[in-house]
């Protein structure tokens, strides 16, 4: 059973153009984290939103939350070729296990 | 160094030996966590220490696979029989744990993978 879904699953996208990632549930986090993984790395946190509705921007990232708590969404404006990468939400199930889990991930390409 | 990490980086094995994987936390971390990734793709959960508490064991794909962690530090993965499907990158990661209310607020911090290759 995958709790987070990510859409797109892939993106290529020109460089200068906005993108927009979803990460969706139908069970309700306690706070949803937004990593990005590269080549060869472990994933690293971008982000950390704990509010329904919450929204928090990170330069050129901009990181929502749903007022539900189910869902989240990453936007990137004017996105560089240095964003590459995958992108993967995760999230504290509101049940307070510690355990984190993981969408299914987004692989962005941008091209220069 | 003062990040979590794991050895082998790179295995290749046999099908049907078994392998050890092994993760050194950041020092002073409660909380351990095994995941696994095919290529491309997102993290499966494995399995989940914390502290002296019983692991979180939900995430294992079968009886093959067993993890321990020893004085609540370094904690070793292990695949009995492996199997071709078991091919994939296993990451580890820690965290302190501060629990506010519902919220755990974790910052969880990866090392780079122990790439697998069962052949």
């Known amino acids: 059973t995958q709790l987070l879904e990510q859409s797109p699953q892939f993106l290529s996208i020109q460089e200068g153009e906005n993108l927009t990632v979803y990460c969706n549930s139908s069970s309700v986090f306690s706070s949803l984290q937004w990593y990005r993984q590269e080549p060869g790395e472990g994933p690293v946190l971008l982000v950390t939103v704990v509010t329904g509705g919450e929204v928090k921007k990170l330069k050129r990232l901009t990181f929502q939350f749903g007022d539900a708590r189910k869902d989240s969404s990453l936007h990137i404006t004017a996105a560089q070729p240095g964003d590459t990468g995958l992108y993967l939400c995760a999230g504290f199930h509101q049940t307070g296990a510690n355990n984190l889990f993981f969408g299914t991930g987004t692989r962005l390409t941008v091209i220069p | 160094g003062a990040g979590v990490s794991q050895s082998p980086s790179n295995k290749v094995t046999e099908k049907g030996k078994d392998v050890e994987l092994r993760c050194d936390p950041i020092s002073g971390h409660t909380a351990l966590y095994w995941y696994r990734q095919s290529l491309g793709q997102g993290l499966e959960f494995l399995i989940y220490?914390?502290?002296?508490?019983?692991?979180?064991k939900s995430g294992l794909p079968s009886d093959r696979f067993s993890a321990e962690r020893t004085g609540g530090s370094v904690s070793t993965l292990t695949i009995q029989r492996t199997q071709q499907e078991d091919s994939a990158v296993y990451l580890c990661?820690?965290?302190?744990?501060?629990?506010?209310?519902?919220?755990?607020?974790?910052?969880?911090?990866f090392g780079e993978g122990s790439w697998l290759t069962v052949v």
């Open positions: 990661a820690s965290s302190l744990v501060r629990r506010t209310g519902g919220f755990s607020g974790n910052t969880i911090y």
């Open positions: 220490f914390q502290g002296n508490s019983a692991p979180d």
